[in-house]
């Protein structure tokens, strides 16, 4: 079969780290467009692999005429230029957060349906091999029903990460809507569902800026969750952990405990009652210091030759988006947050 023709819409930190390398890395896919408003950074891509640079993707669309495409861009245009490559007839693939707000992300999942064109977002915590592993446990019953949990996920912050430094654009409150949540907090709503099988049915939580100077997205975020099945457990998010990142889970269950990500050498280690200790070597997980793949790439591309549905659909984004929301709303208001469906 012809390959895919995949075009990288924005060429940030996300696009340099984890798309485009995995897009070269995958037999199946031919990068033919690059697009930044910063057109240089565009045309680096282009000159090195191939394909045209553009500062314009409505104009990239129109030209190229992709079959699919990543969306790299700032939080607020996430909405806008999925549904209009969902319009195009390219597949999409977006990064998280999917939206902004529910209703984006509803007409997100809309175009793509009505274009018949799939639509990914990029949780890529699901496909980390410690939380694969993690949940593979939790299935086969032996820890018995989770009861609380904690999930954490905090680092220096886009400062220390973003291809624009202090300068970034997760800073300006109008392009990121949503800092340290959007960048962090909405992975771990997405994991927990995920790991847990389980839905969130109320949040409470305090979501502030704390550190980060001269900017108003919010740098670090306590939540409070109860699950469905009655769980309650804290998320965390952070862009003040300056002498560490960290990106563990911890399940305290009837009969024992699994820790997650909080060992560099056993990644997932399971301490039950009656004193057995199981530890797991199985892959570490990705961070900013050390880039692994992320299987992102692979998973949408995969259900695009196979015409399969993505491993993290729209809805499923959606879902991961209103945690995060629910928790801004609590802040706001000092109340409880009832996550309506």
């Not at 060429?11 to 780290?17: E, L, M, P, R």
């Not at 990500?261 to 004193?275: F, H």
């Not at 900013?288 to 793949?293: P, R, V």
Request: glycine share 8%.
């Amino acid at each position: 079969m012809s390959k895919i023709r995949v075009a990288v819409i924005g060429c940030g930190s996300i696009a340099k780290y984890r798309h485009i390398p995995e897009y070269v890395e995958n037999p199946n896919v031919e990068l033919v467009a690059f697009v930044d408003p910063i057109i240089e950074r565009a045309e680096h891509y282009a000159k090195e692999l191939g394909g045209k640079a553009y500062a314009d993707y409505k104009e990239m669309l129109a030209e190229v005429k992709p079959d699919a495409v990543s969306v790299c861009t700032p939080n607020y245009l996430h909405a806008e230029q999925s549904i209009e490559a969902a319009k195009a007839g390219a597949h999409v693939l977006v990064e998280k957060p999917m939206a902004v707000t529910d209703e984006e992300a509803a007409a997100m999942i809309e175009a793509a349906k009505a274009n018949n064109v799939k639509l990914m977002v990029g949780h890529n915590q699901r496909f980390m091999p410690p939380h694969e592993k993690a949940k593979e446990i939790l299935k086969t019953g032996v820890l018995g029903k989770v009861l609380t949990f904690r999930t954490s996920f905090g680092h220096p912050g886009p400062d220390a990460w973003s291809i624009d430094g202090a300068d970034s654009w997760f800073f300006r409150k109008e392009e990121a809507i949503m800092g340290a949540m959007g960048d962090l907090g909405v992975h771990k709503s997405d994991l927990i569902r995920w790991m847990l099988d389980d839905e969130v049915s109320e949040v409470a939580a305090f979501v502030g800026t704390l550190d980060k100077k001269d900017t108003e997205s919010d740098d670090n975020a306590s939540c409070i969750l109860r699950m469905k099945s009655g769980a309650i457990g804290t998320l965390v998010a952070s862009w003040t952990y300056y002498k560490g990142e960290d990106n563990s889970t911890m399940l305290w269950c009837e009969n024992g405990v699994m820790r997650i990500g909080t060992d560099p050498v056993d990644q997932v280690i399971v301490e039950l009652r009656d004193g057995t200790v199981n530890k797991y070597q199985t892959g570490e997980i990705s961070t900013n210091e050390k880039q692994l793949s992320s299987f992102v790439i692979d998973k949408f591309v995969e259900s695009i030759v196979n015409d399969t549905v993505p491993a993290v659909t729209g809805e499923e984004g959606r879902a991961s988006l209103k945690v995060i929301l629910d928790a801004f709303a609590s802040q706001e208001t000092g109340k409880v947050i009832k996550v309506t469906e």
